[in-house]
């Protein structure tokens, strides 16, 4: 119980301020000192993933040393193994994801919040919702048995038109030939980044369109009185006051794109050279190398594969990190939720 | 930024605005432009931008397929469709640029670019949505897939032969554990967050929401490294479900975060002016207030921890039996039977994948759908059914509070005039 009283005898002329105190009670105090017990519970989960990961990566991480991070094989078992292939890869796909994604989101996010119909808002809004919480699984199917057929011709013509780049090179074909082999373009980075791009742009839309719909109508307001168009007063209020929830958005969307197992597993084929050729056959990434090894792996594989989880769990706790240090600095607030 | 040079209120069209823009401003092109004499249309259909939308439209079909069947060795679906929008998009600018300014046309532009993008999200999601239920249809109408495990099925035996029940038993067995985990170990952190401020919790919270992202594959990597390296313990439902809670907890309880944070202040500041102690101001206004937003951040935690891969790949093992006992023996969950499945070259095993993946896809959706019922409110809103019951309550409160104020008059009548000089003197203390 809490109450209020009044120390002491105030003296007749001289007035004192009354001072307030608060007595908690026992109960009180359980309640407190539990939901304290809990918040450290919580906390020491958290901590223990990467403390764990750590203590398991150790062994493997004290053979190789700075080698881990330049070495593109990995044959864990004649010591002979680095994350440079799976790093490059994972961050390759993400990248190809966020390219493709952001747009879509920021368009989509603008589309809902501010151009679609009324009445169509809040089925927009759900549908975006459901669309993130589809499993991950799913979407690899439909990249293995959809996108992996018909995505040839753009990845051909991009090769074609665009080969000159680095980038977009692929070996073992000539721009124009018809004759190419067909196979070169699948399982590749591309494809894997389309994949995933689908699966993030979900959940980008809602935290862009959640710090859109917050632009203060009275800005908004005043840019139509000033005779602004629809689009104008979008570029003149809504991006730059939207500007942390793009930011974070995007970040939040990297962070799970870089994360994504099971879709891109079941797309790539994984090798273990840096394959920088994004449309080209043959990929991979830090998390399905933890999933095509763990199975077969010695003790010593399985610390290499805890050291490649750790190096990726501190991959995305840093972009996360940074987009939450962005979205709560910009004036959108942190009021958008994952 | 915009400034407004002269003052009119201006009510009625043809009338001259009186505003003028410098450069910044989204109104004009340059400083001191004059407006148009019209005010200015935002949003909204009109007859010649519907016109020039669908003149737009075929012209632009017209131009792809004279490039592509005539003119150019254009070739490819595409890349057709790519070009008709590019054109459809340059014919449009220039038709609304007949009779519009440079600000209109560009407004019309983005507004047809921002349907683009939408449609184009929509429609690739409801392709992934669709594709994977078309699929499903092959094994979905047989009754033995639901019913029955893989043990006595091989791979070359046709749909009837064989199931998922295991699939599903092990889904719920596993979901059980992490909900049994996450749902008061989420909820409490949550509440601790909003309850107890202070660099703890801030620290505590900024943790949980880097966590939000953690890679699901990190946390079975944790469970596999503590449990079954660690602990010495086998592959398991448990251990799948340990994983799931690893991996849900931060989003639950971000979730729950954000809604607790909503709960009107004026509430608790009531409940605890009437001298209620915190944890009943939680138990009975907070928590309450904010059931149906909790109930939809368990539910949409569910969603996401029932349709992960990679935790379950990792710590559950592998088995085509059923199998009921989560501490004993190897257990398979829904996605995780969707992922060996399609990974075999035979067809009825793929066609079982995706029947399993359209089971899988329509519980979450189920599961969204319950989630959007009971949390479509926000905090303080009622259904019509707690609506009735906080009435009763208001009334029940109603009458004891009658039957008090008449004890308490009795004794005001009856008692000893110290009595009530006791009673004033306490109120006049304060």
């Known amino acids: 119980m809490s109450a209020v009283e009044a120390s002491g005898e105030p003296e007749p002329d001289r007035p004192v301020p009354r001072r307030l105190l608060t007595a908690r009670g026992l109960g009180d105090r359980l309640f407190r000192y539990q939901l304290t017990a809990t918040g450290l519970a919580v906390l020491t989960v958290m901590a223990a993933v990467g403390l764990f990961l750590l203590l398991r990566a150790a062994q493997a991480l004290r053979v190789r040393g700075w080698k881990f991070l330049t070495t593109a094989a990995w044959q864990p078992d004649v010591h002979n193994f680095g994350i440079a292939a799976v790093l490059t890869g994972t961050l390759l796909i993400a990248a190809v994801a966020v390219t493709i994604s952001v747009p879509l989101a920021v368009g989509t996010a603008l589309f809902i919040s501010h151009v679609a119909p009324r009445r169509l808002r809040r089925t927009l809004v759900t549908m975006v919702d459901l669309m993130a919480a589809v499993p991950s699984v799913v979407y690899g199917l439909w990249g293995l048995f959809f996108l992996q057929q018909h995505v040839i011709g753009l990845s051909r013509w991009l090769s074609d038109w665009l080969g000159w780049i680095p980038l977009f090179t692929v070996d073992g074909t000539r721009p124009g030939e018809p004759l190419a082999s067909e196979s070169v373009y699948t399982a590749s980075t591309f494809v894997a980044g389309i994949v995933v791009a689908l699966m993030v742009a979900p959940i980008q839309c809602s935290v862009m369109r959640e710090v859109f719909a917050q632009a203060p109508a009275g800005e908004r307001e005043g840019a139509y009185a000033l005779g602004a168009t629809r689009w104008g007063m979008i570029r003149a209020v809504v991006l730059p006051y939207g500007k942390g929830g793009i930011i974070g958005g995007t970040m939040l969307g990297l962070g799970r794109a870089l994360g994504e197992t099971i879709a891109v597993y079941l797309i790539i084929s994984p090798v273990f050279v840096i394959q920088p050729h994004i449309l080209q056959t043959g990929s991979n990434s830090v998390s399905s190398l933890i999933a095509l090894h763990y199975g077969d792996a010695s003790t010593f594989g399985m610390s290499a594969l805890m050291a490649a989880g750790l190096a990726l769990f501190l991959l995305t706790l840093a972009v996360n990190f940074t987009a939450s240090s962005i979205v709560a600095r910009s004036r959108s607030g942190a009021q958008s939720e994952a | ?430």
């Not at chain 2, 340059?90 to 046309?105: H, M, N, P, Q, S």
């Not at chain 2, 605890?272 to 009943?280: T, Y």
């Not at chain 2, 519980?363 to 949390?375: D, K, M, N």
Request: aromatic share 6%; glycine share 10%.
């Open chain 2, 1 to 430: 930024m915009t400034v407004v040079e002269e003052t009119g209120l201006t009510s009625g069209r043809g009338e001259k605005t009186g505003v003028r823009a410098d450069a910044d401003g989204p109104a004009a092109d340059a400083p001191g432009a004059e407006l148009p004499d019209r005010p200015r249309r935002i949003g909204g259909v009109s007859r010649s931008g519907v016109l020039s939308l669908a003149g737009a439209a075929v012209s632009g079909l017209c131009v792809a397929v004279l490039l592509f069947g005539e003119l150019a060795p254009f070739s490819g679906a595409l890349g057709f469709t790519v070009t008709a929008y590019a054109a459809f998009l340059a014919i449009y600018a220039v038709l609304t640029g007949l009779e519009e300014d440079r600000e209109a046309v560009r407004d019309r532009v983005m507004t047809v670019v921002l349907w683009t993008a939408a449609v184009l999200l929509f429609a690739a999601l409801a392709l992934v949505v669709g594709f994977t239920a078309w699929r499903g249809r092959e094994a979905l109408p047989h009754g033995n897939f639901f019913t029955q495990d893989m043990q006595a099925a091989g791979p070359l035996d046709p749909l009837s032969h064989g199931g998922i029940a295991h699939a599903m038993l092990g889904t719920l067995i596993m979901i059980t554990i992490a909900l049994a985990i996450t749902v008061p170990l989420g909820l409490a952190c949550a509440v601790y967050l909003n309850q107890i401020p202070g660099r703890f919790s801030r620290f505590v919270r900024t943790i949980v929401e880097a966590m939000t992202a953690l890679p699901s594959i990190v946390a079975g990597l944790m469970v596999y490294a503590v449990w079954i390296l660690g602990l010495g313990m086998q592959k398991s439902g448990l251990a799948a479900g340990f994983a799931i809670s690893v991996m849900m907890l931060p989003i639950v309880i971000r979730a729950s975060d954000v809604v607790l944070r909503l709960v009107p202040g004026t509430l608790a500041e009531a409940a605890e002016a009437l001298g209620a102690p915190r944890w009943r101001t939680v138990w009975h206004v907070v928590l309450p207030t904010a059931r149906s937003g909790l109930a939809t951040a368990v539910i949409l935690g569910t969603a996401r921890g029932i349709g992960e891969t990679s935790p379950v790949l990792l710590t559950a093992g592998f088995t085509a039996a059923l199998n009921g006992d989560p501490t004993n023996g190897p257990m398979i969950s829904l996605p995780l039977a969707v992922f060996t499945f399609v990974r075999s070259p035979e067809p009825t095993m793929i066609a079982r994948g995706f029947g399993a993946a359209a089971v899988l896809m329509g519980l979450v959706l189920v599961l969204f759908a319950i989630a959007r019922v009971i949390g479509g409110r926000g905090p303080g809103h009622q259904s019509k059914r707690q609506a009735r019951k906080t009435a009763k309550a208001s009334r029940r409160d109603e009458e004891r509070f009658t039957e008090l104020h008449a004890a308490a008059l009795q004794l005001f009548d009856s008692g000893s005039q110290d009595d009530t000089e006791q009673i004033n003197d306490s109120g006049d203390s304060h």
